[in-house]
């Protein structure tokens, strides 16, 4: 396993439109950790899973995002209707037990809303 | 509730200098610390972590951090800075719920002059 995989690197979309991002994390990862990482700023909690289960949300997560993880492999995070505000680096992270163990981050997906 | 200070947003040194890297917490519990370190466009990766064992933890690449109940601090330090460690460093602390979420502060960037 070559670690936590996202896709795509980059993304340039039009305000309005829609957009998907994928993680893959690795295999024998139970839970999955999405973060927003704005220039800047250190990365921001917005949501996890325990296998296919979305435990927590972020209050920075509006009614526009939503996440998936079918079957306890990979997951996908959808931005609705994008506003220029959501242009951030979107970083995916898999642990296997939690806290105090530190994740594995992914290289991340680079969202420009133009 | 937890969240860490990074004391300095922007750090220069000369290669083969001394790194140090500040970082205070607060937290209402025995925490879970970290450090990472963002290279350009690169993910976030692992340096060390403080789970209440050891004061001194040692890292990756030459790096380790002293945790101090006393001063509630948790500052990175490299005895010879080289070239290759200029990047982004991130203080982190486990928020310290079942999900294991991870609060970042506002990283400190590394600058190595040759």
């Known amino acids: 396993d070559t670690g936590v995989s996202q896709d795509p690197r980059h993304k340039i979309t039009k305000r309005g439109q829609n957009v998907t991002f994928r993680c893959d994390p690795i295999?024998?990862?139970?839970?999955l950790y999405w973060y927003r990482q704005t220039l800047g700023q250190g990365p921001e909690f917005l949501t996890y899973?325990?296998?296919?289960?979305?435990?927590?949300k972020s209050r920075l997560l509006s009614d526009r995002f939503s996440a998936e993880r079918p079957k306890g492999s990979f997951s996908t995070l959808e931005i609705q209707r994008t506003e220029q505000g959501d242009s951030a680096m979107y970083l995916c992270?898999?642990?296997?037990?939690?806290?105090?163990?530190?994740?594995?981050f992914g290289s991340g997906t680079r969202l420009t809303v133009v | 509730a937890q969240s860490v200070t990074q004391l300095d947003s922007h750090v220069s040194v000369s290669e083969g200098t001394p790194v140090l890297l500040r970082c205070n917490y607060s937290?209402?519990?025995?925490?879970?610390l970290f450090w990472y370190v963002q290279h350009p466009n690169k993910g976030l990766q692992l340096l060390l972590k403080?789970?209440?064992?050891?004061?001194l933890v040692k890292g990756i690449n030459g790096f380790e951090a002293e945790f101090k109940k006393s001063e509630t601090s948790f500052h990175l330090t490299k005895p010879s800075a080289h070239m290759s460690d200029a990047a982004e460093y991130f203080c982190v602390v486990s928020d310290g719920t079942r999900g294991g979420k991870l609060i970042f502060g506002q990283g400190t960037e590394l600058s190595v002059k040759p």
């Open positions: 937290s209402s519990y025995s925490p879970s």
């Open positions: 899973f325990q296998n296919e289960a979305q435990l927590e």
């Open positions: 403080y789970t209440s064992a050891a004061t």
């Open positions: 295999s024998e990862h139970n839970r």
């Open positions: 992270a898999s642990s296997l037990t939690g806290t105090g163990d530190g994740y594995t």
